[in-house]
C-alpha cells in the first residue's frame, strides 16, 4: 500500500555493546533507531522491566538518549551503575529491539601499585610482578617509554611506566 511506502523502522548504528564511564562524568546512551513516522523509545534492563526516571541519577530524553549522571561513589548503585539496558522502538511499522548494552560506572579513587619483591643476581634478567589494586585493575595500560607492553593485565619484561587509562575527569 501506499502507506507502507512511507513507514520504516530500523537501527542505524547497532554495534554498541559496552559503556564504560567514570562516576565524575556520567554518560549518555543513544537508542540508535530511526524510522518514519515518528518513534516511540523505551530503555529497559535486561531483565525486561522498562526503567523510569530517578531524578539526578538516571533520566530518558525525549529523543530516546539514556543519561546517566555523574555521582559520588558513595551512591554507587549496581541496578543503574553497573548493569544491562537495551532500547526499543517503535512505530506504525512495528517495533525492534536494540542489542544488550553493558552500562558500568568506573569509581575515581586513589590506587596503589607495588612491586612483589624479587631477587636476582646481578647481570641477569629480573622480572616484576606488579600489584594493583583491584578496582582499577582492568583500566591501567602498561607501557615501556610510551609503547604499549600488552593488552592484559600483567606487563612483560621491561616495565618502566604506569599509565592509568581511559577514564576522563
Same mark, same amino acid.
Given at each position: 500500500?501506499?502507506?507502507?511506502?512511507?513507514?520504516?523502522?530500523?537501527f542505524i548504528?547497532?554495534?554498541?555493546?559496552?559503556?564504560?564511564f567514570a562516576?565524575?562524568?556520567?554518560?549518555?546512551?543513544?537508542?540508535?533507531?530511526?524510522?518514519?513516522?515518528r518513534?516511540t523509545?523505551r530503555w529497559?534492563?535486561a531483565t525486561?522491566?522498562?526503567?523510569y526516571?530517578v531524578p539526578?541519577i538516571?533520566?530518558v530524553?525525549?529523543?530516546?538518549?539514556?543519561?546517566?549522571?555523574p555521582?559520588?561513589?558513595?551512591s554507587?548503585?549496581n541496578?543503574?551503575?553497573?548493569n544491562?539496558?537495551?532500547?526499543?522502538a517503535?512505530n506504525h511499522?512495528?517495533k525492534?529491539?536494540s542489542?544488550?548494552?553493558?552500562?558500568?560506572? =568506573?569509581?575515581r @579513587?586513589?590506587y #596503589? +601499585?607495588?612491586?612483589?619483591?624479587q /631477587?636476582?643476581?646481578?647481570?641477569?634478567?629480573? !622480572?616484576?610482578k606488579c600489584?594493583?589494586?583491584?578496582?582499577?585493575e582492568?583500566? =591501567?595500560?602498561w @607501557?615501556?617509554? #610510551? +609503547?604499549?607492553l600488552v593488552?592484559? /593485565?600483567?606487563?612483560?619484561?621491561?616495565?618502566? !611506566?604506569?599509565?592509568y587509562m581511559?577514564?576522563?575527569g
Open positions: 500500500s501506499s502507506e507502507d511506502l512511507h513507514t520504516s523502522l530500523y548504528n547497532a554495534s554498541l555493546q559496552e559503556v564504560v562516576s565524575t562524568t556520567g554518560a549518555l546512551v543513544p537508542c540508535p533507531a530511526e524510522g518514519v513516522p518513534l523509545l529497559y534492563l525486561g522491566e522498562e526503567i526516571d539526578g538516571r533520566h530524553h525525549p529523543n530516546g538518549t539514556l543519561q546517566i549522571f555521582f559520588p561513589p558513595s554507587f548503585n541496578l543503574i551503575h553497573d544491562t539496558y537495551y532500547c526499543t517503535e511499522s512495528g525492534i529491539r542489542q544488550d548494552v553493558h552500562i558500568k560506572a =568506573v569509581l @579513587e586513589a #596503589t +601499585v607495588r612491586v612483589e619483591d /631477587k636476582a643476581m646481578r647481570g641477569n634478567a629480573a !622480572v616484576f600489584i594493583i589494586s583491584s578496582p582499577v582492568a583500566y =591501567v595500560s @607501557e615501556k617509554d #610510551t +609503547v604499549s593488552s592484559g /593485565k600483567w606487563p612483560y619484561l621491561g616495565l618502566s !611506566v604506569v599509565h581511559g577514564i576522563p
